[in-house]
């Protein structure tokens, strides 16, 4: 069963109409990352939430917002996407923040064209 | 340089043969992820350790923590294998620093 799940899986947008990208998970972790890698990338963490605390990353531009209405679900909001964005949307879950033990769940990913 | 280097960068095998992908770290961590990721698909973790060794099946991964040095080992190679695998390491907080990643291709 799967236990972090993003949708769309593909999401096609054109430059400068916001997208929303979504993610929900089963496993009621605390914590919630998303991820953003281009290709032949690492990914690179765009924020997280523990809970209802939002933590954003120093260099995620600010295009970029979070919303996280419940435990279960997370958003990735883009305001205006431009075509630097075109990328892999991960995201991933974890129980708790600190320490081993405390594996990172990953969804699919949504793949991003922005045309 | 990167926090954390992987070697190599590209893998190409033959079905059966034992593989050897190699992460090396430079900062100090409280665990390692392996990571497997299949082109266009998201990211399946394979394991996550602090110490020792650890098997799943034809997989086994080792650190070596004050070598600060990681290898993830395939016992008989199969196509399916194919995949960028990618070490990650749970550093300060929850925040992974991720490998580049290292391509792997086995044909059959």
């Known amino acids: 069963d799967a236990m972090v799940i993003q949708n769309p899986r593909y999401q096609v947008t054109q430059f400068g109409k916001p997208v929303t990208l979504s993610c929900s998970q089963t496993?009621?972790?605390?914590?919630m990352y998303w991820y953003q890698q281009k290709s032949s990338q690492a990914p690179k963490l765009l924020f997280h939430y523990y809970d209802k605390d939002f933590n954003n990353e120093a260099d995620t531009p600010d295009n970029f917002q979070s919303r996280r209405p419940n435990t279960s679900f997370c958003f990735l909001d883009i305001r205006s996407p431009g075509l630097g964005d075109a990328a892999m949307y991960l995201c991933a879950t974890s129980r708790e923040l600190a320490g081993f033990g405390d594996t990172q769940y990953f969804g699919p990913g949504t793949r991003l064209t922005v045309l | 340089k990167n926090e954390v280097e992987q070697s190599p960068q590209n893998l190409t095998a033959q079905e059966g043969e034992f593989i050897t992908i190699n992460c090396s770290y430079s900062?100090?961590?409280?665990?390692l992820h392996w990571l497997q990721q299949h082109p266009g698909g998201g990211i399946v973790s394979l394991f996550m350790l602090s110490s020792g060794k650890k098997k799943h099946g034809r997989l086994i991964a080792t650190i070596n923590i004050q070598e600060k040095h990681s290898s993830l080992h395939i016992t008989a190679s199969h196509p399916r294998d194919s995949a960028v695998y990618i070490c990650?390491?749970?550093?300060?907080?929850?925040?992974?620093?991720f490998g580049e990643g290292t391509q792997l291709t086995v044909n059959p």
């Open positions: 496993l009621n972790h605390n914590v």
């Open positions: 990650a390491v749970l550093a300060s907080g929850s925040r992974l620093t």
């Open positions: 900062v100090g961590i409280s665990a």
